[in-house]
T-cell receptor
Framework: DAGVTQSPTHLIKTRGQQVTLRCSPK?????VSWYQQALGQGPQFIFQ???????QRGNFPDRFSGHQFPNYSSELNVNALLLGDSALYLC?????????FGPGTRLLVL | RKEVEQDPGPFNVPEGATVAFNCTYS??????FFWYRQDCRKEPKLLMS???SGNEDGRFTAQLNRASQYISLLIRDSKLSDSATYLC???????????FGKGTKLSVIP
């Protein structure tokens, strides 16, 4: 049973560029959440997708957007990248309560 | 007051020792509580859920005190493999997001 997978594993971008990160949930999971984890911090909730709609959003600007596909996979898009967007981006999938995290995408903005 | 407060550590303990971590949370409407562990440069992994009655899983015991808004994790007979950062997490009532503390770093020394 494959766990949560994310791609790419690492990414380097420059300020002002746009990035798309991808996530495939565990088999049987229908909900995907995205988190940002800066160095030395706990993960911060960006948003959650369920039934192809954004169900809840954290305190992140509109530059952060997402999408969920009919097969439950999801994308996180970040526009107009800032240096402060450098972080580990984690996807978590769930069915009901427990959220299981993928290995993350490490984004560096130069 | 921060939503979740944890002592960042590091806690350096010898193998076989007992170590306890504490966490306080500010949201009195919090509904579900968890401990996740995160190894260096890896994703968070669920260690255990925390119930009001307290619960145990092998060498790990978690306690919740709703009146004091306080959660604890006790690790008995520490192993080298327990070295990690332990994240205190809650989910608020009516919310889908997980709110994380910054984590407490544990190093178990031979």
């Amino acid at each position: 049973d494959a766990g949560v997978t994310q791609s790419p594993t690492h990414l380097i971008k420059t300020r002002g560029q746009q990035v798309t990160l991808r996530c495939s949930p565990k088999s049987g999971h229908d909900t995907v959440s995205w988190y940002q984890q800066a160095l030395g911090q706990g993960p911060q909730f960006i948003f959650q997708y369920y039934e192809e709609e954004e169900r809840q959003r954290g305190n992140f600007p509109d530059r952060f957007s997402g999408h969920q596909f009919p097969n439950y996979s999801s994308e996180l898009n970040v526009n107009a990248l800032l240096l402060g967007d450098s972080a580990l981006y984690l996807c978590a999938s769930s069915f009901l309560e427990t959220q299981y995290f993928g290995p993350g995408t490490r984004l560096l903005v130069l | 007051r921060k939503e979740v407060e944890q002592d960042p550590g590091p806690f350096n303990v010898p193998e076989g020792a007992t170590v306890a971590f504490n966490c306080t949370y500010s949201n009195s409407a919090s509904q579900s509580f968890f401990w996740y562990r995160q190894d260096c440069r890896k994703e968070p992994k669920l260690l255990m859920s925390v119930y009001s009655s307290g619960n145990e899983d092998g060498r790990f015991t978690a306690q919740l005190n709703r009146a004091s808004q306080y959660i604890s994790l006790l690790i008995r007979d520490s192993k080298l493999s327990d070295s990690a950062t332990y994240l205190c997490v809650y989910r608020g009532a009516g919310s889908y997001q997980l709110t994380f503390g910054k984590g407490t770093k544990l190093s178990v020394i031979p």
